[in-house]
C-alpha cells in the first residue's frame, strides 16, 4: 500500500501540499486547510483517500454543530418510546448510543481519513471542544462508563474558509496550508484530467479570458475551478470557436454569479 500521498488522476496537487499533507500524516497532528472557494480544499481528503486506499468519513460542520455530535449520541426518546410497547433490550443503554463521524473513525479497524469540512461554520467553542479527542485520540460515553480510544489513529483533514478566527490552541496542535490559486501551468493540468482531448485552441484562449476576468479589481467573487471546468464543458458542447470567447464572452453566467461583476467585466471589455 502506498505511504505517501501523491496527485490522483482526478486530483492535481501541487509539491508544497502534498509535503504538507505528508508530513501531517508523519507527525499524527490534523491538517487545517484554508484557501479561496473552488481551489480544491474538500476534494482533497477524496484524493488522500484513494491515494493511501484508505476509507474516507466525512463530517459536514453546519451552524448548529456540537462537537459532542461528531463523538456519540444518545437516543433517549428511542429507549422511552421501546420502553413503553416493552420492546426487548430497552434495558441496554448501549443499544440506543450510536457513534458520531470522530467515534467512526475512532472505532474502525483500519485507518481511515477523516474530513471535518467547514469548521469555521460552526461556534466558536467548536475547535476547543474537541481538542482533548484529536490530542488523545479517546473519549468517554458517561451513559455506559466506557472509553472509546482509536484502533488507529486516523488522518484529519480540516477545512476552513476563514469566517471566523480559529482559537490559538487549536491552531497550534494543527499542520497548516494554504491552497494559492492554480497558476495557468497547474491550471491546463488540472483541466486535462477532466478534458484530456480538450483543443489546445479552446483551452488557450479560454484561460486567457477566464484570469482576465480575475485580474479585475472590481469582480467581487472570483471565478473558481470548479466553474473554470463547467465553462469548458459549455463551450465544447455548444461549438463555441474559441477566437470568438474574448470578444462575445458567451455562457458568462457559468463563471460570474453576481450581478454587479458581470457590471465590471463588460465595463473592462468595453
Not at 482559537?167 to 493540468?189: G, N, S, W, Y
Not at 483541466?191 to 485580474?215: G, W
Not at 467573487?221 to 474574448?246: F, M, V, Y
Request: hydrophobic share 40%; net charge negative; with cysteine.
Amino acid at each position: 500500500m502506498q505511504t505517501n500521498f501523491t496527485s490522483t488522476k482526478e486530483y492535481v496537487a501541487s509539491p508544497q501540499l502534498m509535503a504538507s499533507v505528508n508530513v501531517a500524516v508523519t507527525l499524527e497532528k490534523p491538517l487545517l486547510i484554508k484557501g479561496e472557494p473552488g481551489t480544491g480544499k474538500t476534494m482533497l481528503a477524496k484524493a488522500i483517500a484513494e491515494s493511501l486506499g484508505k476509507k474516507l468519513i466525512i463530517w459536514n460542520i453546519k451552524s448548529t454543530t456540537k462537537a459532542q455530535e461528531g463523538l456519540y449520541t444518545y437516543d433517549t426518546i428511542q429507549r422511552l418510546y421501546d420502553g413503553q410497547f416493552g420492546e426487548e433490550g430497552v434495558d441496554d443503554i448501549a443499544h440506543y448510543i450510536k457513534l458520531g463521524k470522530l467515534g467512526e473513525a475512532f472505532s474502525s479497524d483500519e485507518q481511515v481519513v477523516l474530513l471535518i469540512d467547514e469548521i469555521d461554520k460552526a461556534d466558536l467553542e467548536f475547535p476547543n471542544d474537541l481538542l482533548w479527542e484529536l490530542d488523545q485520540m479517546e473519549f468517554y460515553i458517561h451513559e455506559t462508563k466506557e472509553t472509546v480510544r482509536a484502533k488507529h489513529r486516523p488522518i484529519v483533514i480540516i477545512t476552513s474558509n476563514a469566517e471566523k478566527e480559529l482559537p490559538d490552541a487549536f491552531l497550534r496542535r494543527c499542520i497548516f496550508h494554504f491552497i494559492d490559486f492554480p497558476d495557468q501551468t497547474l491550471m491546463e493540468e488540472i483541466v486535462r484530467t477532466h478534458y484530456p482531448d480538450i483543443e489546445q485552441n479552446l483551452l488557450k484562449n479560454a484561460m486567457e479570458v477566464f484570469y482576465m476576468i480575475r485580474s479585475i479589481r472590481d469582480v467581487r467573487k472570483k471565478p473558481s475551478t470548479s466553474e473554470l471546468i463547467d465553462w469548458l464543458s459549455a463551450l465544447q458542447r455548444n461549438g463555441i470557436a474559441p477566437e470568438t470567447l474574448q470578444k462575445e464572452l458567451p455562457f458568462l453566467g457559468v463563471i460570474i454569479k453576481k450581478d454587479e461583476d458581470l457590471d465590471a467585466v463588460r465595463h473592462y471589455v468595453d
